[in-house]
């Protein structure tokens, strides 16, 4: 037997394989057309929001530019921001007197002002139910004080740890203007 005649290596032509840039160009294409389809609705759909920490109450009494007759409530350091925001009275408020209501220490907070304002009584509740309900303060109890003037409270987990209540106490109105008194204390413990 003869040996097999030796073979040379089949020499095989690389497969043709072409590779094609058209599926991810086209991801592409998609992107950019949404990015202009999204351009082209936000130019139309200018509508801007306002943030405000004021609520807007529609038929009340109008709400004061100014605060100042809180200058005594504002310890730095102590309000936090949304305990502050309830720092509201209507326009036309005069400040009485601040009284003396022997709070105090580490984690007591107790500030009280005597005001008065040229509205009714009732007017007057119902500027600080909605505006604190709007602020979110929970109204817990609505009745008489023990000084016979209708009175609201109202509560608040306060941003710095600690409950917080705000009282408002309207005396009878005499005339056209009504006397109150506007206490916010930190409460230490709310059980």
């Given amino acids: 037997m003869s040996a097999p005649a030796p073979q040379s290596p089949a020499i095989k032509a690389p497969p043709v394989h072409t590779t094609s840039i058209?599926?991810?160009?086209?991801?592409?294409?998609?992107?950019?057309?949404?990015?202009?389809?999204?351009?082209?609705?936000?130019?139309f759909d200018a509508s801007t929001t306002t943030a405000t920490t004021l609520p807007v109450?529609?038929?009340?009494?109008?709400?004061?530019?100014?605060?100042?007759?809180?200058?005594?409530?504002?310890?730095?350091?102590?309000?936090?921001?949304?305990?502050a925001a309830a720092l509201v009275v209507p326009a036309t408020t005069t400040l009485v007197r601040g009284v003396t209501t022997g709070g105090g220490g580490v984690a007591n907070y107790?500030?009280?002002?005597?005001?008065?304002?040229?509205?009714?009584?009732?007017?007057?509740l119902g500027f600080y139910r909605s505006h604190l309900e709007a602020l979110g303060w929970r109204l817990i109890s609505r009745g008489t004080s023990t000084g016979g003037g209708a009175q609201l409270l109202f509560l608040k987990a306060g941003s710095d740890g600690w409950y917080?209540?705000?009282g408002v106490v309207a005396q009878r109105t005499a005339?056209?203007?009504?006397?109150?008194?506007?206490?916010?204390i930190q409460e230490s413990d709310i059980s």
Avoid: C, H
């Fill in 175 to 184: 005339g056209a203007v009504t006397a109150f008194s506007y206490r916010l």
């Fill in 57 to 83: 109450i529609v038929g009340g009494l109008p709400q004061a530019a100014t605060t100042n007759v809180f200058d005594s409530f504002k310890d730095p350091g102590i309000l936090p921001g949304d305990v």
């Fill in 164 to 166: 917080w209540e705000a």
């Fill in 22 to 43: 058209l599926p991810a160009a086209s991801v592409v294409l998609v992107a950019v057309v949404m990015l202009v389809i999204f351009a082209f609705l936000n130019v």
């Fill in 110 to 124: 107790d500030r009280q002002v005597d005001l008065s304002v040229v509205a009714q009584r009732a007017p007057l």
